[in-house]
């Protein structure tokens, strides 16, 4: 099992819905939780980043954190066209200060 | 402005040559990281380091080398390229104790043929 999985899509989403990326991870020792956004033949760029239990929002974007249930979210409210890319997840674990990342999540905005 | 600097933006080159890939940031981060990604695919960790003379070998095996003689310098050598080593090679850096905020540069895409 991979220690960081999410859902490769694509997901497609109307214009002006809300879009909702899942990850799951597969430790119970991990520590801090990023959300990277890539889009096509470009590098990725941390849009998110969670640390406890609960909610964290930011513009059009909330990350949700459940550390019980091992997973961790973004939502995307409004979404637009200039959302459609890959969102990467990303976990660090104690004792271990390098980022695993998933294989990411492709996002299409249908106009 | 402080940024990240990767060079070559792309590398077309025959096997057997020998390539360095630059890779300079301006921002005074001492973590810096070497990730391997092709198409559609998950990226792959194959160097870090934590400052100047640490390097260390990531998660993915890789015939490449890397060097850290100044903080912002932080150079990937193939000693003799591949068709194998044909993919997308990106530079990141971070803050210690930033917990991993990773500062991207644009990535050189390397092709062996």
């Known amino acids: 099992q991979k220690e960081v999985e999410q859902n490769s899509g694509p997901l497609s989403v109307p214009e002006g819905a809300i879009a909702s990326l899942n990850c799951t991870y597969s430790d119970r020792g991990s520590q801090s939780f990023f959300w990277y956004r890539q889009y096509s033949g470009k590098s990725p760029e941390l849009i998110m980043f969670?640390?406890?239990?609960g909610d964290k929002e930011d513009g059009r974007f909330t990350a949700q954190l459940n550390k019980a249930s091992q997973y961790v979210s973004l939502l995307i409210r409004d979404s637009q066209p200039s959302d459609s890319a890959t969102y990467l997840c990303?976990?660090?674990?104690?004792?271990?200060?390098?980022?695993?990342f998933g294989t990411g999540t492709r996002l299409t905005i249908i106009p | 402005e402080a940024d990240i600097y990767q060079t070559p933006r792309y590398l077309v080159i025959g096997t057997g040559k020998k390539i360095t890939l630059e890779c300079s940031q301006t921002m005074g981060h001492d973590k810096m990281y070497w990730y391997q990604q092709d198409p559609g695919m998950e990226l792959h960790l194959i160097h870090y380091s934590y400052g100047v003379n640490s390097t260390e070998k990531g998660d993915l095996s890789s015939e490449s080398t890397v060097s850290r003689i100044r903080t912002e310098h932080f150079p990937l050598t193939l000693e003799s390229a591949r068709p194998s080593h044909t993919s997308q090679y990106l530079c990141?850096?971070?803050?210690?104790?930033?917990?991993?905020?990773?500062?991207f540069g644009s990535g050189t895409q390397l092709s062996v043929l």
């Open positions: 990141a850096s971070s803050e210690w104790g930033g917990n991993e905020k990773l500062f």
């Open positions: 990303a976990v660090i674990y104690f004792g271990n200060e390098k980022l695993t």
């Open positions: 969670i640390y406890s239990n």
